[in-house]
């Protein structure tokens, strides 16, 4: 009984060190299956290095799902690690990140993006998606440009992240 108390504190041990070297040094995704962790959301993807900032949350896994479909990334299967009693651990294949911290005219945002809605200064706008090999990088418009931050009424914007999640 002794030297089973003793293998399960290493073996805890051992999980919380690997935990800590990847999550500090990788974009990780929790997946929380009936917790109450982590302000109830069900999927949240972590700003890289350790930081409490979300990139994204979802409250459901298609709502996941549908964004790694549309930011062409995925999540890496074998990385996938229990951690407490309902909460699972994940790795992006990607790196994501924001560009410019915001940009004022569509001239300043790379040629091939492609257009999406997500937040910007707490609004859904128009945003832009930059692909690379190791990266996607997110272009959210600054709030104080007019003529291209045009958020979407309050009753859309309830019904954007009821759909789409919070990214």
């Known amino acids: 009984m002794k030297n089973e108390k003793i293998e399960r504190k290493q073996a805890k ?39 409490n900032f979300h990139f994204a949350s979802f409250e459901t896994v298609k709502q996941f799902k549908d964004f790694i479909k549309l930011f062409n990334i995925d999540y890496d299967l074998d990385f996938i690690t229990d951690y407490g009693k309902n909460i699972k651990i994940g790795r992006l294949t990607k790196r994501l990140t924001d560009g410019k911290i ?19 200064n707490g609004s859904i706008v128009d945003c832009y998606i930059n692909e690379t090999e190791k ?26 992240q009821a759909r789409f999640g919070i990214y």
């Open 102 to 120: 915001s940009f004022w005219k569509l001239s300043e945002i790379p040629t091939n993006s492609k257009k999406t809605k997500a937040l910007s």
């Open 13 to 51: 041990k051992d999980f919380y060190e690997k935990w800590s070297k990847d999550f500090f040094n990788r974009q990780v995704v929790i997946f929380n299956h009936g917790n109450k962790f982590c302000n109830d959301k069900r999927v949240i993807i972590y700003r890289e290095g350790y930081s």
């Open 135 to 160: 990266e996607i990088k997110l272009y959210r418009p600054n709030p104080n440009a007019k003529d291209i931050y045009n958020p979407l009424s309050l009753k859309n914007h309830i019904r954007f």
